[in-house]
């Protein structure tokens, strides 16, 4: 089967969903530009063919571009070839995928959800290795303590808190400055 690649321009950068039949092989996280990605891109997928964005790859841009942009988006319906990858990792990206919008887990707490108490460091891992970044949201997994851990995008950490900041997730478990004021004492409001 023919695998597939499609390049799109995202608020934070170009990225890239890769596709074999109905269902996504891989995802690329934001490049700085266009020519990054491509070179990054034909390391993971070199035989892959560029095609045009519809039907489900068509959703998929959207979802990512208007994620990327603040807005609210659940991508965990899209399809997925998740039986390539090992069961252990598997397990993993489920549970990421469970994490809702703006929320965020331990690499403790994934491995309690899997059952694997004591593995932080093997989720640590099975996210290093995580083909469909975004889709499944890998950075919404952060370290012990609200640290960010790593993250393998084109600006590395950084990208990863700007996402998560896109997202106004709270990577800490100290509550933020305005959280215990009610709605309509915070700034900006009247």
Known sequence: MTRHFHLFETAIGSCALIWEGERFIGAQLPERDEAQARRRLSQRFPEAEERPAEGFVAQAVAGIRALFTGEKRDLSDLPLALETVSPFNRKVYEVALSIPH????????????????GAARAVGVALGQNPWPIIVPCH???????????????????????????????????????????????????
């Open 102 to 117: 703006g929320e965020t887990l331990t690499y403790g707490e994934v491995a309690q959800r899997i059952g694997e108490p």
């Open 140 to 190: 919404r997994v952060l370290a012990a303590g609200g640290r960010t851990g790593g993250f393998s995008a084109d600006g590395g950490v950084e990208t990863k808190l700007r996402i998560l900041t896109i997202e106004k997730a709270r990577t800490g478990t100290e509550p933020g400055l305005f959280d215990a004021l009610p709605l309509a004492a915070r700034p900006g409001r009247r």
